[in-house]
Each structure stands twice: as structure tokens, then as C-alpha cells.
């Protein structure tokens, strides 16, 4: 193990580049993940006078008013996260075992509610089913529904996280070795009993991955429960209220450091024991690819279920259209375009600066996404396993307590940096990258190591392997971070709401402000806005993306090239 470890060190003297990649990224790490976490934490457990105390701590174990909030966020994770995982399960082996039409389409649906702003859900809610509300009034004639409430919750965090579940379970479902079903299909079984004796239990670490991940988001959430979860308090919204409406910072950190227990449990769950867990025998033969249903019996029904979420989806996203083209919703349906007036006079500089910050920390994230998979696969040197999971923590920690986190650690002498555009970049370049990382580490053990170590055999240092070699190969990778970085910056809530200031507001807060002033049809309008920019944004990086190692490296093409 001694010996392992001043090999590593060695590599590291020997390579200066790789030597000051490995502690810029530990430097960033600590900085930017590991120190305002110690920060919230220590907080907590001091009083006024920075001694150590748990008495506040205490008091809050001991107080409804903070313990109700924990509950009513785990029912709503678990419940959520149930029903999610059962669309996303249904849709998934729809589209991957079943020779039904409109796959195309099913697919597109599915990503819709993944590259949305915040809130638009919880809109549409109030214009279909509030008390001015399209299908409880003008339908049902209902003059005094109430939308507010978990039930509400329930359905928007459904939909907004059962894509995850799709995702997540389409990779599990296509990677199932088809000779287990077909063996039984040979025996005489029938359809339904291959789907209960073989299919199913094979997909339960897909399934039980899928749960913890929307149940991960479901807990994070912040600007559903912050719009439409009535007097059903989560720990998420209590917090954000304790420390703006109360001025209890103490007490704020301690329901943030509250949500982080079981959203990071689950993490540690799905990362590193669902991992290890794996019910689908691999040999080396290779394998048919899945012979796609062709039964009706199978088929329509499956058809028929897609298609009604495919229409529930379209009529969320469809409502808040016409709600942005609408005076007053449910009393004067005239067609205005005064709502969008309004985004592009008044609220033009928050939407500017969501999108310069966007683009600033969009590369960032990307780039630092593909350094860290490089190094983690590639590379042995001290720390690597710590880097791994320091770099994959910021998937499970809350926004709201990066959000407290980085005003407890950045508010301060040596960083006073709360309110500037540089905190904003990188508390959106940190908390965005995993995605990125996931997909990098992925591709990357999939690329066979002699076209990398050919480069280097032909004189490239490690600097022009990845430049040349490793980074085009990861194209599709990297692609996918940065998409997801500039979509979470675009339409991040939790974190930026405790970190912006005049000078740089943010579109999703001023949203969020139309809201609280029931300003509906000009929060759709800036919506509709937000999800123009978004698409194209994602046009523009999928066209720069493509010119990345156009042509494409051999194995040896260009390698010899020398920094």
C-alpha cells in the first residue's frame, strides 16, 4: 500500500501539469463543497458567543414547528418517489420492449419537463385548478378549491421528476441480457410471468436507484413547495422562511443541516450500495438484441397509458402558453402581449443576468465535469477516492444549504464574496458538475487505455493526450454536462435566492416574486421567455459540442504533438 502511494506521488512530481490539475481541483473542492458545509455545521452547534452548544439543536428536536416540517418532506419524498418510479418504469419498458408507435415522440415528452423553468408546473396547477381555475370553476363550476396543498405537490413533483426515473430505468431495461427472457419464453412461460419471475426482479437496482433519485430531488425542492404547498410546510420552504421572515440564522442551519440527513442517506444508497448490487448474470457471448413485443394485448394498453401522460403534460405546459398571452386568467381572456412587454422592459436585466451567469458558469462546470472523470479513471494519485466523492457530494446536498452554507462561509473576511457574480458562477459550476462527471467516468470506461497510451508513447505529454485524444472521445459526455449545467443555472431557485443582490438578480427570484404578488400571466410569460433561451442555448452548445475533435482522432493522429 506504502509502495502504491509513493509510486502515485512520484507520477505526480514527474508530471507538473497533472500535479497542478490534482490540487486546483482539491483547492476548488474544498473551497467551494467541503467549507461552507463545516461552516453551516459549526454554526449550528455554537451559541452567540462561538462556544460549542447543542442546546438550540436540542430545542428544535424537541419542537413540532421543526420536526413537522421533516415529516411532511419525507411522506412527499417517499410518495413522490413511488409514483414517479412507477410512470418512469411503465414508460421505460414501453419504449424499450414494445414495437408501439409514436416512440419518438413518448421520448421528447419525456425530456420536456427536465429542461423546464421552475414553477411552471405549479402555474399550470393554478390556472387549471384554483379557484379562478380553468377546470375547477369554468368546467366544474367549483367557486372555492383549493390547489394549495400536498396533493397539489404530489402531482407537479411527479412530473417534474419522473423523467429521472424514465432515464434511469431505459438504461437498466436495455442492458437486461434478452437470453434470460428468451430461455423462459422457450420453457413455455407466458409474457406475464416473465415479466413477474425474470424482468422485474432483474430491474429492482434500477428501480430502487430511481426511487432515491427522485426522492433526492423531491426533498431539494424548493420552488414548488415555496408556490403551492399551502400550510403542508417542508423543511426546504421552513428553512428559506426561518432565516428571511424570523432573522434566525441559527435556526435556519439547523433545519438546513436537517434536510441534508436523509437526502445525503439516500445518496450514499444509490451511489455506492445500489452500485455494488447487481441481479443480471454477464458472460462474455454476445448477445441478441431484445426482440421488440409485437402482442396487441400488450401494446394499446401501454399506448394508451403513455399517451394520457403525454396529454397531461401537454396540458400543464400548453396552459402556461396561453396564460402568458391572457390579461387576467379566468376573468379576461383577452390576447395581450403585455406580459411579454413586461419581461423585456422591466424584468430584461434579471433575465440577462441568468443567462451571462449561465454562460459564464456553463463551460466551467463542463470542463471541470471531464478533468475530474480524466483523473478519477485515468490517473492514480493520493486522494483520488476522496476527490470522487467530494466532487459527486454536491448531487446530494440540498440547494438550500449550499445556499446558508455560502453565506455563512463567503460573508466574511478573507471572501467576501456574497452577493457578486463570482459566488453565483461558482456555486452554479460546483453544483452542476456531477451530471457531467457521471457521464464522463462512464464513456471513459468504455475507451480501451492503448489509444491514450499510444499518444503518449509517441512523445505527447498528458496535457495534449486529453486535449487531443481523451477530450474529443468524450464528446457526448461533455455535451450533456454542459447542457445540464446552463438548464440548472438557468433555472436554479434554492441556492441563488440567498445569494443574489440588486446588482444581480436573477430571473427564477423575480418569478418567484411575480408569484407572491399573484402576477400569474406575467410569471408565464417570463417562463415561456426562459424556455426560448434554454432551447436555444442548447441548439448553440449541441453546434459548438460538434466541432470539437471534428474529424475525429485516430489512434496515433496528432498525438505526438508536444505542449
Known amino acids: 500500500m506504502r509502495e502504491n502511494t509513493r509510486l502515485s506521488v512520484a507520477h505526480l512530481v514527474r508530471d507538473p501539469v497533472l500535479l497542478f490539475l490534482v490540487i486546483l481541483v482539491f483547492v476548488g473542492l474544498f473551497l467551494f463543497i467541503i467549507f461552507p458545509l463545516c461552516k453551516i455545521f459549526a454554526y449550528s452547534v455554537t451559541d452567540n458567543d462561538g462556544n ?17 416540517p421533516l415529516k411532511n418532506s419525507m411522506m412527499l419524498g417517499i410518495t413522490t418517489g413511488i409514483l414517479a418510479t412507477i410512470i418512469g418504469y411503465v414508460f421505460a419498458y414501453a419504449l424499450t420492449r414494445v414495437d408501439m408507435p409514436l416512440k419518438g415522440f413518448f421520448k ?36 372555492d378549491a383549493n390547489v394549495y396543498g400536498m396533493h397539489s405537490l404530489v402531482v407537479v413533483q411527479t412530473i ?31 409474457k406475464a410471468r416473465i415479466f413477474r419471475t425474470v424482468t422485474l426482479p432483474l430491474s429492482v437496482p434500477g428501480i430502487l436507484s430511481s426511487f432515491l433519485l427522485v426522492f433526492i ?30 432573522y434566525d440564522m441559527r435556526g435556519g442551519s439547523l433545519m438546513a443541516l436537517l434536510l441534508l440527513i436523509p437526502t445525503l442517506i439516500a445518496f450514499l444508497l444509490q451511489k455506492y450500495w445500489l452500485s455494488g448490487k447487481s441481479f443480471v448474470t454477464v458472460t462474455g457471448k454476445p ?26 403534460i401537454l396540458l400543464f405546459y400548453g396552459t402556461v402558453l396561453v396564460g402568458a398571452f391572457v390579461k387576467v386568467w379566468g376573468i379576461n381572456f383577452s390576447f395581450t402581449w403585455a406580459h411579454f412587454k413586461y419581461v423585456m422592459t422591466l424584468g430584461w436585466i434579471p433575465l440577462r443576468n441568468s443567462v ?40 446530494a446536498v440540498p440547494g438550500t444549504v449550499v445556499g446558508i452554507g455560502y453565506i455563512l ?33 462512464s464513456t471513459l470506461l468504455q475507451i480501451d487505455r492503448s489509444i491514450e497510451e499510444a499518444s503518449t508513447i509517441l512523445g505527447a505529454t498528458g496535457a495534449v493526450t486529453f486535449r487531443r485524444i481523451s477530450l474529443p472521445m468524450l464528446k457526448q459526455a461533455f455535451f450533456s454536462g454542459l447542457v445540464y449545467s446552463f438548464v440548472r443555472a438557468m433555472t436554479a431557485v434554492s441556492t441563488v435566492i440567498f445569494l443574489i443582490s440588486p446588482r ?60
Open 160 to 190: 417534474s421528476f419522473f423523467p429521472i426515473a424514465y432515464l434511469t430505468l431505459t438504461g437498466t431495461l436495455s442492458k437486461l441480457n434478452p437470453a434470460v427472457e428468451d430461455a423462459a419464453l422457450n420453457l413455455g412461460a407466458s
Open 52 to 68: 460549542l452548544s447543542f442546546q438550540a439543536a436540542w430545542d428544535m428536536l424537541k419542537s413540532r414547528s421543526y420536526l413537522q
Open 504 to 563: 444581480w438578480n436573477l430571473a427564477t427570484i423575480s418569478i418567484f416574486s411575480l408569484f407572491e404578488s399573484s402576477k400569474y400571466s406575467d410569471a408565464a410569460a417570463y417562463i415561456i421567455v426562459m424556455i426560448l433561451f434554454i432551447v436555444v442555448a442548447i441548439g448553440v452548445l449541441n453546434l459548438l459540442v460538434g466541432f470539437l475533435g471534428r474529424g475525429g482522432p485516430s489512434a496515433s493522429g496528432g498525438s505526438s504533438e508536444r505542449a
Open 287 to 312: 448477445t441478441v438484441s431484445q426482440q421488440q413485443s409485437k402482442d396487441p394485448k400488450m401494446i394499446w394498453p401501454l399506448f394508451a397509458f403513455c399517451m394520457l401522460v403525454a396529454l397531461v
Open 356 to 395: 451571462v451567469l449561465a454562460m459564464a458558469s456553463t463551460p466551467i462546470a463542463g470542463l471541470l465535469g471531464m478533468i475530474i472523470a480524466f483523473l478519477v479513471v485515468r490517473k492514480e494519485f493520493p486522494g483520488r477516492r476522496a476527490m470522487e466523492f467530494i466532487s459527486m457530494l454536491t448531487f
Open 409 to 441: 462561509a463567503f460573508n466574511d473576511k478573507p471572501f467576501m464574496w456574497t452577493g457578486s457574480a463570482f459566488l453565483l458562477i461558482m456555486a452554479f459550476a460546483f453544483r452542476n458538475m456531477p451530471v457531467g462527471i457521471e457521464a464522463g467516468t
Open 108 to 143: 421528447t415528452i419525456a425530456t420536456i419537463p427536465i429542461i423546464s423553468p421552475p414553477f411552471i408546473l405549479s402555474l399550470s396547477m393554478i390556472f387549471l385548478f384554483g379557484r379562478n381555475g380553468l377546470i375547477t370553476r369554468r368546467l366544474l363550476g367549483i367557486e
Open 217 to 246: 430531488q423531491s426533498m431539494e425542492d424548493f420552488s414548488n413547495p415555496a408556490v403551492i404547498s399551502g400550510s403542508f410546510s417542508t423543511l426546504a420552504v421552513e428553512a428559506y422562511r426561518t432565516i428571511t421572515g424570523m
